[in-house]
């Protein structure tokens, strides 16, 4: 794959081969929420909403080990009991592997490409096939949280004014994310002139928890 390839790709089992050494793990566990951000009715119905929180609780690292494994535990026994949500409850398990040395992370990255399949087909798309509409917005929102693996960009610390940091948590926690290119004229007062930086925060295109521009200015990996 090339980085123009990237940039059109529409499907997301074709991008996801690019972080199977991929660590940590936050990224995945914020792509499979924002996945299932999209089904969110369904969710509600099978009241797994606060699995969902624990997932990001989870990214967000202000979940004890005690918590996670907990969560884990119970999502396995509901996946036994309700047929119905099993994908949506294994989606969820996946999102909540313990994160170890000894788990490579192509495994993670199978399970979110599974997750997504099964999200897929809850919204109507059935025996795994992307639906064109949904394709393209996963990508998207893998393209988001992940940036360009084909064209990485070094972050200046000195971009990180106090006023770009607080634009970039206030978007974080509230998931405010029409505020991206308020966060772009920020970057840009502090001496940022990458393009790709600059472009992505005023594009017209989906953002999410873990947006690769947003966890560059605070720091996060």
Known sequence: MTVEEWERCGDPRDMMPQFQYYRPFRKFRHLVCA???????ELKAAQLTHFVEVVERAANETISEDERSDAAQELLRLEYMDLDAGQLIATLRHALYEESEQLPS??????VWGSLSAIDELMGFNQGRFGTENGLLYSA???DIFGNPFRPIVFDPTWRTSTAV????????????????ILA???QDAGCDSDDTLNHCRADTVHARGCWVVDAVLGKA
């Not at 607080?166 to 991206?180: E, H, S, T, V």
């Open 141 to 143: 929102l893998v393209r």
């Open 166 to 181: 607080a634009l970039a948590r206030g978007i974080y926690d509230d998931r405010a994310f029409d505020r991206m290119p």
């Open 35 to 41: 996945c299932l951000h999209t089904v969110d009715d």
């Open 106 to 111: 192509g495994i993670v990255a199978g399970a």
């Open 185 to 187: 004229d920020a970057l």
